[in-house]
Every structure is written in structure tokens, then in C-alpha cells.
């Protein structure tokens, strides 16, 4: 008995290892997904290939396709935020003062990646600052920032 795979099997065969990585949380079955819809496009296409070749082709496209995202793609699609990261990691950082502190009320820094899931916050300093300054986080202290101007 001789079975061909004509493109609709690899189309499903695709889709199926795509839908499976709903419940497979890892994010590799996907590309062995794509990688069938790649050879179902060459199928479709009328590429000759035989049914070893076929496997081949979708073995090769989905290692590919797996490289290329944990390789390249991922790396460029970290989260920079410093969230759910202890105090003592945003020690040091800098930010931008954006509104000055006034009597009873407290100054607001920016920063350009957010700090503990916010990129503006209170501050206190112990010295004079300008609109515009860089000021460095030397304590986190509840909701507010202590900084200091070098």
C-alpha cells in the first residue's frame, strides 16, 4: 500500500502541533507546526517531493524555525520592566526628575524602563534638584522613591 501525504494532511498535521501548544506551554511545538505548513505549501505548489523528503524538509523547517526564535527573535522580546523584582535590584537606577517636590507634597521622577511596574514615582531627596535632573535610587520606601543627585 502506497500512501502519499497530499498538502491537506500536512495543512492539519500543522495546525493540530499549533492548537497543541495551547496545552504545551513551552512554545517549540509551535515551529514543529509551522514547519508542516511549510512543506504543505510545497506540496500545494506541486514540488515533487517524496514522502522521506517531505519528513526531511519538515524536520529541517521546524529546527529551523526553533532556532531562529530562541536564538534571535526571543532574546530581542525581553521583558525590561524591573516588576515583581525585589527593592535591591532598581538600586542605582536613574531617572529624570519631572516635577519638582513643593512644601507637604513630593517630587516625581520618570524613568525610561519602568521600575517595580511603573516608570514614574515619588521621590525624597535630601538635596536641591532642577527640572529635567538626574537623580540615582539609593532606598525604595513604600510607594516612594529616595534619590539622591551626583
Same mark, same amino acid.
Given at each position: 500500500?502506497? $500512501?502519499?501525504?497530499?498538502?491537506?494532511?500536512?495543512?492539519?498535521? !500543522?495546525?493540530?502541533?499549533?492548537?497543541?501548544?495551547?496545552?504545551?506551554?513551552?512554545? =517549540?511545538?509551535?515551529? $514543529? !507546526?509551522?514547519?508542516?505548513?511549510?512543506?504543505?505549501?510545497?506540496?500545494?505548489?506541486?514540488?515533487?517531493?517524496?514522502?522521506?523528503?517531505?519528513?526531511?524538509?519538515?524536520?529541517?523547517?521546524?529546527?529551523?524555525?526553533?532556532?531562529?526564535? $530562541?536564538?534571535?527573535?526571543?532574546? %530581542?522580546?525581553? #521583558?525590561?520592566? @524591573?516588576?515583581?523584582?525585589?527593592?535591591?535590584?532598581?538600586?542605582?537606577?536613574?531617572?529624570?526628575?519631572? @516635577? %519638582?517636590?513643593?512644601?507637604?507634597?513630593?517630587?516625581?521622577?520618570?524613568? =525610561? =524602563?519602568?521600575?517595580?511596574? #511603573?516608570?514614574?514615582?515619588?521621590?525624597?531627596?535630601?538635596?536641591?534638584?532642577?527640572? !529635567? #535632573?538626574?537623580? $540615582?535610587?539609593?532606598?525604595?520606601?513604600?510607594? =516612594?522613591?529616595?534619590?539622591?543627585?551626583?
Amino acid at each position: 500500500m502506497d $500512501f502519499e501525504p497530499q498538502y491537506w494532511h500536512w495543512l492539519i498535521f !500543522g495546525m493540530l502541533l499549533m492548537i497543541a501548544e495551547i496545552f504545551i506551554p513551552s512554545f =517549540t511545538v509551535f515551529w $514543529f !507546526g509551522l514547519g508542516a505548513l511549510v512543506v504543505s505549501l510545497l506540496v500545494a505548489l506541486g514540488v515533487p517531493l517524496s514522502v522521506p523528503l517531505q519528513i526531511i524538509l519538515w524536520a529541517l523547517a521546524s529546527c529551523a524555525f526553533t532556532l531562529l526564535w $530562541f536564538r534571535f527573535f526571543r532574546p %530581542l522580546m525581553k #521583558d525590561r520592566t @524591573k516588576a515583581g523584582i525585589a527593592s535591591e535590584a532598581v538600586k542605582g537606577e536613574s531617572g529624570q526628575v519631572i @516635577k %519638582l517636590p513643593v512644601e507637604g507634597q513630593r517630587g516625581v521622577v520618570r524613568f =525610561t =524602563t519602568p521600575l517595580l511596574g #511603573d516608570d514614574e514615582w515619588p521621590f525624597i531627596c535630601n538635596n536641591e534638584v532642577a527640572l !529635567g #535632573d538626574r537623580v $540615582f535610587v539609593v532606598e525604595v520606601s513604600g510607594n =516612594t522613591l529616595i534619590v539622591e543627585k551626583r
